[in-house]
């Protein structure tokens, strides 16, 4: 398997505009995560999806952000409109959620820039 | 909010020395999970351990845990400068497979 996919591995963008960010989770993995890591704030979770069901978006920092996961091969993270602050490198990670180990697997990540 | 709190925030040790980082957490856990990031890349699982157990070894990794303090540890003996990285730990507390992670060490190994 070559692991969780996401694109694009670098983002850079204008204030304003549409930003949607891609993510293939190892196949079989029932369980996906975005995150966002960034010097100030470490690494967040911002949203999760159980068997293509997103579970929690508590951490989606606004309504400027949303996720999709329309089926268990294929996940997109869209922010619209961007703003510089969320300058950010953004990771994916599955999981094969069982009762003994849910070890996450994690993507290379996109570092987005929004000017 | 962040689970785990790791201590030191950054270390530097000379290749040979064997370097310890911590992790304190607050409520129960079903396991804690150590991860180490390379500068640019993404989160790398090193290790995972059950809350009924105390000890785990994976080749120059130690890991221990004391739930009764909620705290673990990770210990690499005989560093190398390919140890270079961020290490984090990660707290499973529930049955959704979320992983809440630490703010992370900076381990710097020195040739």
């Known amino acids: 398997d070559a692991g969780v996919i996401q694109s694009p591995r670098h983002e850079v963008t204008e204030m304003g505009q549409e930003v949607t960010l891609r993510c293939k989770p190892i196949s079989g993995h029932n369980s996906l995560f975005w995150y966002r890591q960034t010097m100030m704030r470490g690494l967040e979770l911002l949203i999760y999806f159980n068997n293509n069901v997103p579970i929690d978006d508590s951490g989606m920092p606004e309504d400027r952000f949303s996720a999709k996961m329309p089926n268990a091969s294929f996940s997109t993270l869209k922010i619209q409109p961007s703003e510089p602050r969320d300058s950010a490198v953004y990771f994916c990670?599955?999981?094969?959620?069982?009762?003994?180990?849910?070890?996450?697997?994690f993507g290379p990540g996109t570092r987005l820039t929004v000017l | 909010s962040q689970q785990g709190e790791e201590d030191p925030q950054a270390l530097s040790i000379q290749e040979g020395e064997n370097a310890t980082m911590n992790c304190s957490y607050k409520t129960s856990i079903n396991n804690l999970q150590w991860y180490r990031q390379n500068s640019g890349r993404g989160l790398v699982h090193l290790i995972l351990?059950?809350?009924?157990?105390r000890e785990k070894h994976s080749g120059r990794l130690r890991v221990t845990l004391d739930t009764s303090k909620k705290s673990s540890s990770l210990l690499i003996t005989a560093s190398r400068a390919a140890d270079t990285a961020s290490y984090f730990c990660a707290t499973d507390s529930g049955n959704t497979g979320k992983l809440i992670f630490g703010q992370g060490t900076t381990l710097q190994v020195k040739p």
């Open positions: 351990i059950r809350s009924n157990e």
């Open positions: 990670a599955s999981t094969l959620r069982s009762g003994w180990s849910n070890e996450q697997f």
